[in-house]
């Protein structure tokens, strides 16, 4: 079993900053993708960033070029510094870890921007 715990969300006005953070533990063998996630009210829940364990990023087009994923792989932590936050960036940010038996979820950090 694999816990993800995220922290770092909060409220910020349209064009400031947050950094989440996402740290893993329990049954750890190793992990190949950390991800974050993101759930508006009443929308899907979609995919923000995912990063490897070689380091290979992925962003939504939406992200790219305001927030950077980044992980630790001996702490098994990974962080997301969003930046030039808009109100549609407002959602449940939720930290994912897919590793050779499964996957795991965090239970979510919740970020608002203000306009």
């Known amino acids: 079993q694999v816990q993800l715990v995220e922290s770092g969300g909060g409220l910020v006005q349209a064009g400031g900053s947050l950094r989440l953070s996402c740290a893993a533990s329990g049954n750890i063998f190793r992990i190949n993708v950390m991800g974050w996630y993101r759930q508006a009210p009443g929308k899907e829940r979609e995919l923000v960033a995912t990063?490897?364990?070689?380091?290979?990023?992925n962003y939504a087009a939406s992200v790219k070029g305001r927030f950077t994923i980044s992980s630790d792989n001996a702490k098994n932590t990974a962080t997301l510094q969003m930046d030039r936050l808009k109100p549609d960036d407002t959602a449940v940010y939720y930290c994912n870890a897919i590793f050779a038996s499964g996957d795991s979820w965090g239970q979510g950090t919740q970020v608002t921007v203000s306009s």
């Open positions: 990063i490897t364990i070689g380091g290979v990023t």
